[in-house]
């Protein structure tokens, strides 16, 4: 015989219940109103709007010309969100994102006057990241981990929400900086984009050439964003889901592989900040869908977004043709 709830339990999980179903609603119309701008790339859209739910930032992987900026900019103004881009170049300088003091003179004396730079904003833009240097990479280490800058040695607080969606030409190696583990790990996934489909590029091409473009119309604010978060952060995890985390992410390293060919093939894999990133995305999708909890295939769904950056292949996986998709393939064959 199931426990009898008390109708105070029964009560707070209703008011859960519609929160979650008014939440996934309001996230429906901007998934929508992304859509209108954004042709095809349901998967993408899909992971983006994730990271934006679960408060993290992406990385956008893909050849020129997939619409990346055009992704970012179409979610800033759904989602009612200050917005600044910055082009990343061999010869920026951290103080170009973060901001500097500077000496001003008036007829009180001298003094030094803080500037902000362009990561004081709700939605950074991070365009072509690894064409600056490990130097000013390493500027926003602190901002996309802690929320907070240091300039002169004074702590600064970024705006809420804070997100810092990067993109990364993978094709381009000559004047590129390879982005280091430890600024790849903030990243909470690394979202990739392919070529169009046949029908999805015909539909580019008929809406965007003509004399109208469409804009993005806004639909969700800053305001309701935050909310949204916080009751992502809100939802239960069941022991199963947590099980298939735990799991996927010892399996997915060396010292830890069950299976032969795992160890063999991975240098080292994801940490627990991959374990923390799936918890925190398998929320997210379930609120996006309506959901009042995540599920095992939640974990599947969001495996390679995670984990395809938290991850690195050996010498022989490499000299074998073995990529780490596949790796993550034979990770979630288990899952289902």
Same mark, same amino acid.
């Given at each position: 015989m199931q426990p009898m709830r008390s109708e105070t339990e029964d009560a707070s999980g209703g008011a859960v219940a519609r929160r979650i179903d008014a939440?996934?609603?309001r996230l429906d119309e901007a998934a929508a109103a992304v859509g209108e701008v954004i042709f095809g790339q349901a998967s993408v859209v899909e992971q983006a709007m994730v990271t934006m739910v679960a408060d993290g930032h992406g990385l956008l992987v893909g050849v020129p010309g997939l619409g990346k900026t055009l992704l970012v900019e179409t979610l800033s103004r759904v989602f009612g969100l200050d917005r600044r881009? !910055? &082009?990343?170049?061999p010869d920026l300088m951290p103080t170009d994102i973060l901001g500097s003091e500077i000496l001003d003179e008036d007829g009180n004396g001298r003094r030094f006057r803080y500037v902000e730079g362009p990561v004081f904003t709700q939605l950074l833009m991070a365009d072509e990241i690894n064409r600056a240097s490990p130097r000013t990479q390493s500027a926003l280490l602190q901002a996309m981990q802690e929320r907070q800058v240091s300039v002169g040695g004074h702590p600064r607080s970024l705006p809420r929400p804070f997100h810092v969606l990067a993109t990364q030409n993978p094709i381009e190696q000559e004047g590129t900086y390879p982005l280091p583990e430890a600024q790849l790990d903030r990243f909470l996934l690394q979202i990739d984009v392919d070529y169009p489909d046949i029908d999805t590029e015909k539909t580019i091409l008929l809406r965007t050439t003509g004399g109208e473009?469409?804009?993005a119309r806004p639909v969700v604010s800053p305001e309701e964003l935050l909310e !949204? &978060?916080?009751?992502?952060?809100?939802?239960?995890?069941?022991?199963?889901v947590l099980a298939a985390i735990l799991d996927l992410v010892r399996r997915g390293r060396p010292e830890t592989a069950e299976d032969a060919r795992i160890a063999e093939w991975v240098a080292w894999g994801p940490g627990p900040r991959a374990g923390q990133?799936?918890?925190r995305c398998a929320r997210a999708r379930a609120l996006l869908q309506g959901r009042l909890s995540p599920s095992?295939?939640?974990v599947g769904a969001l495996a390679g977004p995670v984990l395809r950056h938290r991850m690195a292949l050996s010498y022989a996986a490499r000299a074998e043709g073995i990529d780490v998709d596949h790796v993550i393939?034979?990770?979630?064959?288990?899952?289902g």
């Open positions: 939440a996934a609603g881009r !910055v &082009q990343f170049t473009g469409q804009e !949204v &978060q916080e009751l992502a952060r809100l939802m239960p995890i069941g022991e199963t990133a799936l918890m095992v295939e939640d393939a034979c990770l979630t064959a288990p899952l």
